[in-house]
DNA sequence: CCCTTTTTTTTCGAGCCTCGAAAAAAATAA
DNA sequence: TTATTTTTTTCGAGGCTCGAAAAAAAAGGG
């Protein structure tokens, strides 16, 4: 059905634009919003002032750098950091964390713990992870019902409708519906997404003018993850996250996989492929579950020191990643890499096959608006892209409803 | 800038939903109208008599399969033909056509005629197509003044922006900015279109059931193109056209392809590919321009007879198609798949390497989604697309103006 | 043949929403 | 203290959609 739009739609979408325009912004003056979202001085006056009474906004002290100008001044608006609670739970190889945050997109209290994910059970984890919700909320003084909503990233593979984690190399286990769960449990609603996408959302949110309408983020670890943003939106697949960057094929029948597969990108570039390589192991031999930093450090060193089995590891997985790219871009056209996780600490070991492959591919052509970007700590990043996934979806859920803004793909 | 909905954009976007409902439906009531869009009856009646009185709708005689009941009838709204007069042309190998459309979609007037495209010159091929844009308005009784809007669609790579052909293989000539030039020399309006995505708004829009939010065209000719529809969207690159399937690496350093490079799908699959092999020649071959459909068919007959080179040529092609479509379906998630062109009828001897391969890749494991159509000739397709593309420009553009509908991209 | 029933379509007043213009507010400059 | 400048609010006008009621147009029934 092709939906008319009703009269208390625009209200509902203005109000919308105004809360996204604030977050974006920081401390917005009415003025600023004015121009900013095309509204005339009344409409903006009317809702903000709605906006404030309701608890959404306050009107905050100006700034230091405040320029002392003629007239009135403007009074800038800010977040109500009370307006609302939300949680976010990263859920990594043998690591666990949980951090409350205030509407504002504060920092009220956070817990990490290791956890060995491997070898723990189905209920353990789902307990690890309860547990920890519990910990966290007691520390910041807030009970289930404060909760607006929460956001989970995994490792891994999960579902479009972001309600379970379908497959995830930090455990044997699958298909764990993390959403129903702890939905269940604690009564407040649950996303569960791809640790990569919110990567992107972080990055988009942190530098817009870098990362905007098409970007990609690969996050090189003992697996290949991709974040793809196309045409300003998350993209993510019709049943899955998607985006599966690390299994398309670089050589058919090729390498063996972690998956099972042969050829996979991720069986050449993988932390653990460069390794086997590097140590002149079979391609065919079973990867290991989890390969030392210090070990990828170690074969790094090796590698620029000599030109031995190590450098041609690297180049090898450097060969994987550029032609993937180049596949990648010759159906989506070239777009800016950030490059995240791990594999940052060896990536000038791999760059020159990355860009020599590339350069073999369709998608060589726009080499210019081919650029790498490095960001060696992961965790930060996805943090703050839970963080704002949440409160994102609070944004237009809660003081906008019935109006859904875009990256919100299920949201 | 976050743009703010004004309230007149209201009105637009239910203009331009009854419209695209019309169009969608045929000869929908108002009372269809309402359950469509979900507006209420004193708006459908509101802005429905505006379009009767603007000559953009007409009420209707009710058709034969009219059941008769009790109460009042209902009266079908159709489209006005005289609202508007739309051209299409069609650019392919050797072929150039135009066809003049009524604003119902209606064929008014069309042409065709062969053309040396690879031996022609740049301007004898701007000219050839001039010619033809007159002598079917001609035809058409109508002068350039009357058409609304002009789509043509071009086998290769168009830009983004749908203002020019940046490169082709019917023609050495590239960057040819048919937009520009046909807008100065005829004065209406003009977007330059991928002939794969044309197919694709086509099937779209005549199968709605089976082609809505996730699938993909494969045009099977002398090269390999694609058409991609992603959450019902058209999906085009950020510079070009994208979606260049063909030109996605295989085999790193494989087969020598068409534009030069190494290893693309297409220089396993194209028919060029598969000749080549089938006959023995080196893959560093280079490729021919053109190959004869009768070649193919025959071709096809020595596979099905006996297992020869000729089968295995077309094995070969399919697992190249078969592995390309793994790593697009680890990306996007798998989708239903339509082949169109000459490819289709020699399908058979290539579908179980395509099922095999695919087998092989992470995009098997939805197995069940992925399913085959054929349809043999692509011409009708890349017509039908044409039209409603720039039809639904008109309703748009013309009748709700300010307001974008999707499926626009580059409109 | 006329009146009732049923269904579709239009009309009409109410309630919102945004806008532009004018007024009010809050500061600096002289 | 008064004029000037800039921001913010207020207020009336115009539009849009909605629900309810009215009007229109057919079939059914006695």
């Not at 949680?87 to 817990?111: M, P």
């Not at 939106?233 to 019709?238: K, N, P, S, V």
């Not at 170690?298 to 450098?311: I, K, N, S």
Request: charged residues 20%; glycine residues 10%.
């Amino acid at each position: 059905m092709i939906l008319g739009v009703r009269h208390d739609d625009l209200r509902k979408r203005n109000r919308a634009m105004v809360i996204a325009a604030v977050r974006r912004e920081g401390q917005p003056s009415r003025t600023d919003l004015v121009s900013r979202t095309g509204l005339s001085h009344s409409t903006i006056s009317a809702i903000s002032s709605d906006l404030i009474a309701e608890g959404v906004l306050r009107p905050v002290k100006s700034g230091e750098n405040e320029v002392v100008r003629r007239g009135r001044p403007q009074v800038s608006l800010g977040l109500e950091p009370k307006a609302a609670t939300v949680l976010t739970v990263v859920l990594l190889l043998n690591t666990l964390s949980a951090t409350v945050f205030d509407y504002a997109g504060e920092i009220v209290a956070q817990k990490r713990e290791r956890l060995s994910t491997l070898t723990a059970s189905r209920d353990e984890l789902v307990g690890a992870v309860t547990h920890m919700i519990e910990a966290v909320l007691q520390d910041a003084g807030r009970t289930p019902n404060d909760v607006m909503r929460m956001t989970m990233a995994v490792q891994g593979i999960t579902d479009s409708d972001a309600r379970a984690m379908l497959w995830t190399p930090i455990t044997p286990e699958s298909d764990i519906p993390f959403a129903d769960i702890l939905e269940r449990r604690f009564g407040f609603p649950v996303t569960v997404q791809n640790d990569c996408n919110m990567i992107a959302v972080a990055l988009r949110a942190r530098d817009p003018e870098r990362y905007r309408d098409n970007f990609v983020t690969l996050l090189l670890s003992n697996g290949i993850g991709m974040g793809l943003v196309l045409r300003g939106e998350l993209f993510t697949g019709a049943y899955s996250s998607g985006g599966e960057f690390g299994h398309m094929i670089h050589r058919p029948g090729g390498a063996l996989c972690r998956c099972g597969r042969h050829g996979c990108i991720e069986a050449y570039a993988g932390n653990y492929a460069i390794l086997r390589e590097a140590a002149g192991r079979s391609d065919q031999t079973v990867a290991d579950a989890d390969v030392d930093p210090q070990t990828m450090l170690e074969l790094a060193q090796d590698a620029r020191a000599a030109d031995g089995p190590a450098r041609a590891a690297f180049t090898r997985a450097g060969e994987a990643i550029g032609y993937g790219l180049g596949s990648l871009f010759a159906l989506i056209d070239p777009a800016p890499v950030a490059i995240v996780g791990p594999g940052t600490l060896a990536f000038d070991m791999m760059e020159p096959s990355i860009r020599e492959a590339i350069g073999q591919t369709a998608g060589g052509q726009h080499d210019a608006v081919i650029s790498f970007d490095l960001e060696a700590d992961e965790m930060p990043l996805i943090l703050e892209g839970c963080a704002r996934r949440a409160l994102e979806a609070v944004d237009n859920e809660l003081f906008a409803p019935g109006y859904i803004a875009t990256m919100q793909a299920g949201a």
